[in-house]
C-alpha cells in the first residue's frame, strides 16, 4: 500500500470515529437520565454474554473449587445478569458446611453490592436528585411524610431493600434504595448488604 493511501485509510479511519463520537453524544443529550439508561444497556449486554454457552460452559468448572467457588458465586448473586449462575453453583456446589459457606458467600455479595453502592454514590446522584423531583415520586414522598414519621420511611426502606438483596431478585434494586433514594450512610448499608445476602444464600443453601 502506498504511503498516499495509507494516509487517506487513517484519515478515513479518524473521520468515522468522530462521527461515532459525536453520534453518541448527541443521542445522550438528547436523554433525561444518560447515566441511567447507559446502565441499564450494560446490563442488558451482560445478561445477553452471561446466558450466552460463552459463560455458561465454565460453571462446572466454577463448581470444582470448594470455598472459592462459593465466594465467586457470592460475587455473582448480587447481579440480576449472574443470579441464576450463582444459585447454580450454590445447588451443585454441596459445601460440608453451609453457615460458614453462606457467610463466604455473604461477604462476596458484599463486595459486590460495594462497587454498586459506590458506582451510584459517585456517579449517578445527580440524576437521581432529578429523578426525586419527577411527579411519581414526589407523591410517593408526600404519601410517606403524611403517614410515617422520617425514621419509619428509612426503616421501611431498609427493610424493602433487604428483602430485595436477601432475594434472587437484582440486588441493583436494593443497592439504588439504599444509595440513590433514601441516602443511607456506609456503615448501614455495609450491615443490611452483608446480613441479608447472607440470609437470603443460606436459605438457597439449606432447602435447595
Known amino acids: 500500500m502506498k504511503r498516499g493511501d495509507r494516509k487517506t485509510d487513517e484519515l478515513e479511519h ?4 468522530h462521527y461515532h463520537h459525536g453520534l453518541v453524544k448527541f443521542l445522550l443529550s438528547k436523554l433525561k437520565y444518560p447515566k441511567l439508561t447507559l446502565y441499564l444497556v450494560f ?8 446466558t450466552s454457552d460463552l459463560f455458561s460452559k ?8 470448594g470455598y472459592w467457588s462459593i465466594f465467586i458465586a457470592g460475587l455473582l448473586f448480587s447481579y ?15 459445601p ?6 453462606a457467610l463466604i458467600a455473604g461477604f462476596g455479595a458484599f463486595l459486590a453490592d460495594s462497587i454498586i453502592f459506590a458506582f451510584i454514590r459517585f456517579t449517578m446522584m445527580d440524576e437521581f436528585a432529578r429523578l426525586k423531583k419527577t411527579k ?4 410517593f ?7 410515617f414519621s422520617v425514621n419509619a420511611q428509612k426503616t421501611f426502606l431498609y427493610i424493602i431493600a433487604g428483602f430485595i438483596i436477601a432475594s434472587p431478585l437484582p440486588d441493583e434494586i436494593g ?3 439504599l444509595a440513590g433514594l433514601s441516602k443511607a450512610h456506609p456503615g448501614v448499608f455495609a450491615f443490611v448488604s452483608f446480613v441479608f445476602n447472607t440470609i437470603g444464600i443460606f436459605v438457597i443453601l439449606s432447602f435447595f
Open 175 to 177: 443497592v439504588v434504595l
Open 141 to 147: 414522598d408526600s404519601f410517606f411524610h403524611r403517614c
Open 80 to 94: 440480576g445478569f449472574t443470579t441464576p449462575f450463582a444459585i447454580g453453583i450454590f445447588v451443585f456446589a454441596e
Open 96 to 101: 460440608t458446611n453451609i453457615l460458614f459457606a
Open 136 to 139: 411519581p415520586l414526589r407523591s
Open 14 to 17: 479518524q473521520e468515522h470515529s
Open 43 to 50: 446490563i442488558a449486554l451482560a445478561y445477553y454474554f452471561f
Open 58 to 65: 465454565y460453571v462446572p468448572f466454577l463448581v470444582s473449587h
